[in-house]
């Protein structure tokens, strides 16, 4: 039982750091309005302004780019499961069915591709701060090695696959 609450724990945690992604870029947006206000009233000279500017936008870039990638992901994990519950209720034939689900598959795997290429030397801002909570976890004795190790695979994995932790699909493991 405590295992199961100290995981759930875990997870919970997890989810808040993704939640953290939408806050940068809230934070972000404050920053870029505050080097323009700084500009405007001319603290801050258009050289540096424009520097800082260009710095800040490409953060946020980076982020986009990162969260749009899995959201590709997801509605083709729809689509498929979609397809796939028309051919188990007849309205596909399995012909059908088997070439849509090719397509679809090949599709995700593009899309894996174009943000492997993309990020390859940038890790996911959200994978970023879920492995920061999970060595703070461990660092401070509140996770064990093999929950350590544990979480950490999973959360990779499902950072690869581009999808997001479900809780409900975790206790379905445990």
Known sequence: MLKSIKFLLILFLLIIAQTSVNSEIAEINKQLKSIENLLETG????????????????????IVAQTSVNSEIKKVNEQLKSIENLFETGVLDEKTYNSTK???????QQIRSQKTKKNSEQISKTLEKQIEVLDKLFKDGVLSEEEYLKTKELIQ????????IDLAEIKKKN
Do not use: P, R
């Open 157 to 164: 994995e499902k950072e690869d696959k581009g999808e997001n």
């Open 43 to 62: 603290t801050l000279d258009k050289k540096t302004y424009d520097s800082a500017k260009q710095k800040l936008e490409k953060q946020k870039e980076q």
């Open 102 to 108: 090719q397509k679809l598959e090949k599709q995700k």
